[in-house]
């Protein structure tokens, strides 16, 4: 290879990881700036605080604030125990590298599986046959079966962390393997339950396809149990609605301007959360 | 002595229920991936059996309500495989190039903030995509190009493009850091410019990971409902750059609402077939990483 040819491929290169590298941090920062600039001007105190009305000429989003906040804790109170559960066998009790194998590779085909298909086997199992009808709840428990890899899979890793020799010193002062899971293992896990919180939330904001036939569309203000089995759209699909349907853009920028906001966070404390956890691991 | 045995079986018992409850929290990821099987083959086999498999797979009309209704999907799943062929031709190279240059080249800060804002762009919603991309490109691409209506499949290329970035990249990074320091060293004591190492040693030790990476991009396109149902004009078009088309995905989530009967059943089975691509992708990134994990 002649010299000249090699300046050229290296150039050449550079130059396309340079453009790259700019395109991709260029376009966030456009999105972001976009979003903000439309949004942020009409996010007001009555937007946040009232509901819409149509005999005031009033539009508010405090119903899918709300109903939001309702349907990531109902989901969170009902995954945790499934995921950490799920994680503990592996880890604790799974002995059968088959079935281990297996359990996994389900995990990879739950995460895999699109959103709107969860909406669709959600609204058929737990809307029609559970006799739920459109409400939060179906909502959640669809969100519960997405994200159950995630918490699985975060606590798994948390387990794998904690030193083997802390089970045995608990199995050598005669504690029993559910003693000892529960004393000594649990306590260890409760970072990688955090992280695997924080990504949940996450998800679950941003979730709008798996939401749509399961918690339906209404914009009620409903109190947290009366909303569990009343239909109610979270921010995200109210999003949808506003800017689809009924070409409210103002108010759809809005709540894009606050889902930005709020995903920022959620990625800064993910981060947060992941360095703090390491720093203190490390010591 | 008596009560110390009781206590001793009592707890025997205890461990052995808890062992039950764990066994079945851990196989509930496996009961999930079952029960959804079943619900969509169960619920999507009826219609396929009434309109027959050849004339829904391959029929090029889909008009549910019409007087003679006819129930063809050809135009959603071509629609669903152009969409995400586009994504990945227009993706791919930004998300690999930058991979290569964040895993190799990048100075520390660079590297932390362009990854922070990657990070970034996965956490926006799919509803967020689709505002913008209505509000700027869908006029852009109507401006630029003198169409009626700019809604079209070009605008949901651009969309899920953007959309499958981060995956790419992130998972493209890891791939690459994890390439053995000893081959990149040894190829520029053989006189390589370090350029040279990372694509020709770097990326080719690296390309199960590569590949894994642009089958989770297609694995996220062709799943994505609401973003290019907001971009792509939802019209059960043949597929063009320039019409206005549905997605398998978007042909469920815009029609489910109101169908009933036959329609509602078809649709069913257009999950299905979204779900037999899904699980075929996932089998191919299942193979592409155990690849990696062999070598």
């Known amino acids: 290879m002649t010299s000249k040819k090699r300046t050229a491929f290296r150039w050449t290169v550079r130059l396309l990881m340079w453009t790259a590298t700019a395109l991709t941090a260029a376009l966030v920062v456009a999105l972001v700036v976009y979003v903000m600039a439309k949004g942020v001007p009409h996010i007001t105190w009555e937007l946040l605080s009232t509901e819409t009305s149509y005999l005031y000429d009033r539009k508010g989003i405090l119903p899918n604030i709300l109903n939001t906040i309702y349907i990531i804790l109902a989901a969170l109170v009902l995954v945790i125990p499934l995921g950490v559960g799920a994680a503990v066998y592996l880890t604790e009790y799974a002995k059968n590298k088959r079935l281990v194998a297996a359990i996994e590779y389900a995990a990879e085909i739950l995460s895999g599986i699109p959103s709107i298909i969860y909406g669709l086997v959600g609204m058929l199992v737990f809307s029609e046959f559970l006799g739920l009808g459109s409400s939060l709840l179906a909502g959640a428990l669809t969100l519960v079966i997405m994200n159950l890899p995630t918490i699985m899979r975060s606590t798994q890793e948390s387990l794998k962390t904690v030193p083997q020799s802390y089970r045995e010193g608990a199995f050598g002062l005669g504690a029993g393997k559910w003693r000892t899971i529960r004393t000594v293992v649990l306590p260890g896990c409760v970072d990688g339950v955090i992280t695997g919180c924080i990504l949940s939330v996450g998800r679950i904001l941003g979730e709008s396809a798996a939401l749509l036939f399961t918690a339906g569309t209404a914009n009620n203000l409903n109190g947290l149990f009366e909303a569990m089995t009343a239909p109610g759209s979270t921010l995200t699909v109210a999003l949808y609605y506003y800017a689809k349907e009924e070409g409210e853009f103002e108010v759809a920028f809005a709540i894009a301007a606050i889902l930005m906001v709020l995903s920022l966070l959620i990625n800064l404390a993910a981060t947060w959360v992941t360095r703090h956890f390491q720093r203190r691991k490390a010591l | ?295």
């Open chain 2, 1 to 295: 002595m008596e009560m110390k045995k009781n206590t001793r079986s009592w707890q025997k018992h205890m461990e052995q229920v808890v062992y039950g409850i764990f066994l079945l929290l851990g196989l509930i990821t496996i009961g999930c991936v079952l029960l959804i099987t079943v619900y969509l083959v169960i619920s999507g086999i009826p219609a396929i059996r009434q309109i027959g498999l050849v004339e829904f797979l391959f029929g090029d009309t889909w008009k549910p309500t019409a007087a003679e209704p006819s129930y063809g999907i050809l135009p959603f799943i071509l629609t669903s495989v152009y969409g995400t062929a586009g994504a990945i031709v227009l993706g791919v190279p930004i998300g690999f190039f930058t991979a290569v240059y964040l895993a190799k080249m990048a100075p520390r800060k660079i590297k932390l903030v362009v990854e922070q804002a990657v990070s970034m762009l996965a956490g926006i919603p799919s509803v967020v995509y689709g505002l913008v991309g209505m509000m700027v490109l869908v006029p852009g691409i109507r401006e630029l190009f003198d169409l009626s209506d700019g809604a079209c499949l070009l605008a949901a290329i651009v969309v899920l493009a953007v959309m499958i970035l981060p995956s790419i990249i992130k998972m493209s990074v890891t791939a690459l850091e994890a390439v053995p320091k000893e081959y990149e060293d040894a190829s520029l004591a053989l006189g390589a410019t370090p350029e040279e190492t990372w694509f020709r040693v770097s990326v080719p030790a690296a390309k199960s990971g590569i590949a894994a990476a642009v089958v989770l991009g297609v694995g996220r396109a062709i799943g994505e409902a609401m973003a290019v149902m907001m971009v792509s004009g939802n019209v059960a078009n043949m597929p063009g750059l320039f019409e206005s088309v549905r997605f398998l995905t978007t042909a469920v989530a815009s029609e489910m609402g109101y169908a009933s009967g036959l329609q509602r059943q078809a649709l069913f089975s257009v999950a299905l077939v979204l779900f037999v691509f899904i699980m075929l992708i996932n089998a191919a990134l299942n193979y592409f990483l155990k690849g990696d994990r062999k070598s």
